[in-house]
């Protein structure tokens, strides 16, 4: 990990974030703050100025005139054992989840490749733009200790927890209702709120759990306000129906998260691909988010997210890359994917919904946009300096951009982790990209 904390910096270039929702399909709309050559003042952990004049003298300096920075991306959904299986060749859902998942998260059981593989995971976000995430880790209480002090190291906003699987798993990943309690009680207590450590009670998804164990789930969320709720939900048409077998007396799949206290304003569900209209109302009564994870929907075959229906229903959707269904942890490469999934349905996504949807839009998802997910004096100073372009024909697509909104999709479209110039997280640098003698756009 490359880590050199700033006591103060200011950074200049062509700031980029968001004062309100944009909406969905209108590149000219509202909500978007574009600031060209402007200077980002970081003192300690936080943003305490955003200005067009140049600081004083006092202030060291950081000149990046003519890329972007924006705050730091904030992934809502990612696995991160499945850095192992990234592009495993493989059927759908159910069938990859037995084939490549489950073996690569039983490499977990051992502590020292759970802490050397939670160090590579988050460094590797970092290294990506990714300053925030949501994560699974498994069913190993040691796999969640290894990506929490991974994360307090870094100084990252991370919410996770332990996963929850008592059926239809292996078993060798398998625990049980009194076990996982016990586990869970004592992570809760050791992690959470501790830094910048939020927890997550994360049933894997319904058919890994048995009723009493989804119970058991409710019931820590209960006895412990201000916990986070993460899983699965209708995903693939086959898990769907095999909900409706396993838990007939529920109406719908999300209706059996209902029924045992697991929905609520900080419960993020994955993918809501197959959700129905009584599904989005229950969504919007129970303050619950989904997690568009476009680059895996593609990938596992699994359907086409409605994100219009969910936001005309009050839904919060955020961007996730589902690593390891998805095939990159890049959020460049994850909203790309996702505008490809909305234009399927006949819908284009403006660039502004896409990126709000990975920073503002994330952090309010979660609650947290008190902290994060802007460039707003008073909030932690995640933020990321980017390259509009590292090839002459990027370059050149962005010499001849028609206007900002144009510039700013063809590098969504065309971009990945070679345009990171460096992510600071909390104020402290936690990686700068190595300089390359033959990157035209390396300053």
């Given at each position: 990990?490359?880590?050199?904390?700033?006591?103060?910096?200011?950074?200049?270039?062509?700031l980029?974030?968001?004062?309100?929702?944009?909406?969905?399909?209108?590149?000219?709309?509202?909500?978007?703050?574009?600031?060209?050559?402007?200077?980002?003042?970081?003192?300690?952990?936080r943003?305490?100025?955003?200005?067009?004049?140049?600081?004083?003298?006092?202030?060291?300096?950081?000149?990046h005139?003519?890329?972007?920075?924006?705050?730091?991306?904030?992934?809502?959904?990612v696995h991160?054992?499945q850095?192992?299986?990234?592009?495993?060749?493989?059927?759908?859902?159910?069938?990859?989840?037995?084939?490549?998942?489950?073996?690569?998260?039983?490499?977990?059981?051992?502590?020292?490749?759970?802490?050397?593989?939670?160090?590579?995971f988050?460094?590797?976000?970092?290294?990506?733009g990714?300053?925030?995430?949501?994560?699974?880790?498994?069913?190993?209480?040691?796999?969640?200790?290894a990506?929490?002090?991974?994360?307090?190291?870094?100084?990252?906003?991370?919410?996770?927890?332990?996963?929850?699987?008592?059926?239809?798993?292996?078993d060798?990943?398998?625990?049980?209702?009194?076990?996982?309690?016990?586990?869970?009680?004592?992570?809760?207590?050791?992690?959470?709120?501790?830094?910048?450590?939020?927890?997550a009670?994360?049933?894997?998804?319904?058919?890994?759990?048995?009723?009493?164990?989804?119970?058991?789930?409710?019931?820590?969320?209960?006895?412990?306000?201000?916990?986070?709720?993460q899983?699965?939900?209708?995903e693939?048409?086959?898990?769907?129906?095999?909900?409706?077998?396993?838990?007939?007396?529920?109406?719908?799949?999300?209706?059996?998260?209902?029924?045992?206290?697991?929905?609520?304003?900080?419960?993020?569900?994955?993918?809501?691909?197959?959700?129905?209209?009584?599904?989005?109302a229950?969504?919007r009564?129970?303050?619950?988010a989904?997690?568009?994870?476009?680059?895996?929907?593609?990938?596992?075959?699994?359907?086409l997210?409605?994100?219009?229906?969910?936001?005309?229903?009050g839904?919060?959707?955020?961007?996730?890359?589902?690593?390891?269904?998805?095939?990159?942890?890049s959020?460049?490469?994850?909203?790309?994917?996702?505008?490809?999934?909305?234009?399927?349905?006949?819908?284009?996504?403006?660039?502004?919904?896409?990126?709000?949807?990975?920073?503002?839009?994330?952090?309010?998802?979660?609650g947290?946009?008190?902290?994060?997910?802007?460039?707003?004096?008073?909030?932690?100073?995640?933020?990321?300096?980017?390259?509009?372009?590292?090839?002459?024909?990027?370059?050149?697509?962005?010499?001849?951009?028609?206007?900002?909104?144009?510039?700013?999709?063809?590098?969504?479209?065309?971009?990945?982790?070679?345009?990171?110039?460096?992510?600071w997280v909390?104020?402290?640098?936690?990686?700068?990209?190595?300089?390359?003698?033959?990157?035209q756009?390396?300053?």
């Amino acid at each position: 990990m490359n880590s050199k904390p700033f006591s103060r910096v200011a950074l200049r270039g062509d700031l980029i974030d968001f004062s309100a929702q944009p909406a969905l399909e209108d590149p000219q709309s509202t909500g978007v703050r574009v600031r060209p050559d402007h200077w980002l003042l970081i003192d300690g952990q936080r943003i305490v100025a955003v200005q067009a004049e140049a600081p004083g003298p006092d202030w060291p300096q950081e000149d990046h005139r003519g890329r972007w920075i924006l705050p730091g991306f904030i992934d809502t959904h990612v696995h991160s054992a499945q850095i192992d299986v990234i592009g495993a060749w493989g059927t759908q859902l159910l069938d990859w989840l037995n084939t490549h998942t489950f073996p690569a998260e039983a490499r977990m059981a051992d502590e020292a490749h759970a802490q050397a593989l939670s160090a590579l995971f988050l460094d590797s976000l970092l290294a990506q733009g990714t300053t925030s995430a949501m994560v699974f880790p498994t069913v190993h209480k040691h796999s969640v200790d290894a990506l929490f002090a991974a994360a307090q190291a870094r100084q990252m906003r991370l919410i996770t927890g332990k996963v929850l699987m008592d059926r239809h798993a292996p078993d060798f990943l398998r625990d049980d209702v009194a076990q996982a309690e016990r586990d869970c009680t004592a992570l809760i207590e050791r992690w959470h709120g501790q830094d910048r450590l939020a927890y997550a009670v994360t049933p894997r998804f319904a058919p890994t759990s048995t009723p009493a164990q989804l119970a058991m789930a409710g019931g820590l969320m209960k006895a412990h306000p201000g916990l986070y709720m993460q899983t699965h939900v209708a995903e693939n048409r086959d898990e769907v129906r095999w909900v409706a077998e396993l838990f007939p007396e529920a109406r719908s799949y999300l209706d059996v998260y209902e029924r045992f206290g697991l929905l609520g304003p900080r419960a993020m569900l994955a993918h809501g691909i197959w959700l129905d209209d009584e599904d989005r109302a229950l969504l919007r009564h129970s303050g619950a988010a989904l997690a568009f994870c476009p680059s895996s929907n593609l990938f596992l075959g699994s359907g086409l997210f409605d994100w219009a229906a969910a936001e005309a229903t009050g839904t919060a959707v955020s961007m996730a890359s589902d690593v390891g269904g998805g095939t990159s942890l890049s959020m460049l490469r994850t909203l790309a994917d996702g505008y490809k999934v909305q234009a399927m349905a006949g819908r284009h996504v403006s660039a502004w919904a896409l990126l709000h949807a990975a920073t503002r839009g994330a952090a309010q998802a979660l609650g947290l946009a008190q902290e994060i997910g802007a460039l707003e004096p008073g909030l932690m100073a995640d933020v990321v300096v980017w390259d509009k372009a590292c090839t002459p024909l990027e370059a050149r697509r962005q010499a001849v951009a028609q206007d900002v909104h144009d510039a700013v999709f063809a590098w969504i479209t065309q971009g990945d982790d070679r345009h990171v110039v460096a992510t600071w997280v909390a104020g402290g640098l936690r990686y700068r990209r190595a300089p390359s003698p033959g990157r035209q756009s390396e300053a």
